[in-house]
């Protein structure tokens, strides 16, 4: 079975501060990806990667970077977190082509 | 822009048949997938339709129209642990792999 793993399942953080959180998928996938859920609005894309080193900008970038050194690991980066950036963050991998997203159990981050 | 709309809430009763539709104005399309999302977990792959049609898998099927812009899944025989959020996602273009995700409809099941 496909595992896709999130590094923390609740994070409480102050305002400020700077937040990581890792993933990582079992399964070789080339692509890798950070979504944050939110009520009423759904998942929105925040940063992809189709390869190592390599990253593209999807919805909503701002206010967030991200690393994939090694093909199976891809991090999610808050720089300076705001309180709205509290939210529920989804990692997904897959391969390249057709075919479904493996989702993460998700982040809970609280940014007070 | 992507556009896709899936109503918010049902509600189902236990043994019944539920649809719930989705439709997507999208720039490009390359697939239509539904996901179901229990509360506090991970969203789980349910099907992928990229043709016109109807694709049964057991309790699930899912139907497209490309022309229309509109896809629904059918629950048959409905059973409490169906109770869950459920995602239509499209992919808007080929050789690129994102998802874009409606807000998702919650299934309330119940006795």
């Known amino acids: 079975d496909v595992k896709v793993t999130q590094s923390s399942r609740y994070l409480v953080k102050r305002t400020g501060e700077k937040v990581f959180l890792e993933c990582v998928q079992d399964m070789d996938h080339e692509n890798m990806f950070w979504y944050r859920q939110d009520p009423g609005l759904g998942l929105r894309l925040i940063y992809f990667?189709?390869?190592?080193?390599?990253?593209e900008k999807g919805d909503i970038p701002e206010g967030y970077s991200v690393s994939r050194e090694k093909k199976e690991r891809f991090s999610l980066i808050l720089e300076s977190a705001s309180t709205n950036q509290t939210s529920m963050y989804l990692c997904?991998?897959?391969?390249?082509?057709?075919?479904?997203?493996?989702f993460g159990e998700g982040s809970r981050l609280t940014v007070l | 822009g992507q556009n896709i709309d899936q109503p918010t809430e049902m509600t189902a009763t236990e043994g019944a048949i539920v649809q719930i539709n989705c439709t997507y104005q999208?720039?490009?399309?390359?697939?239509l997938f539904w996901y179901q999302q229990h509360a506090g977990e991970a969203p789980t792959f349910l099907s992928y339709n990229v043709l016109d049609g109807l694709e049964e898998k057991g309790r699930f099927s899912s139907f497209l129209s490309r022309s229309k812009g509109y896809s629904y899944l059918l629950l048959k025989e409905l059973q409490m642990k169906d109770s869950a959020s459920y995602l239509c996602a499209v992919r808007d273009g080929a050789g690129a792999n994102n998802l874009f995700f409606g807000t998702g409809t919650r299934l309330t099941v119940i006795p």
């Open positions: 990667s189709y390869d190592v080193k390599m990253k």
């Open positions: 997904a991998s897959s391969f390249s082509g057709p075919g479904e997203l493996f």
């Open positions: 999208t720039s490009g399309f390359n697939g």
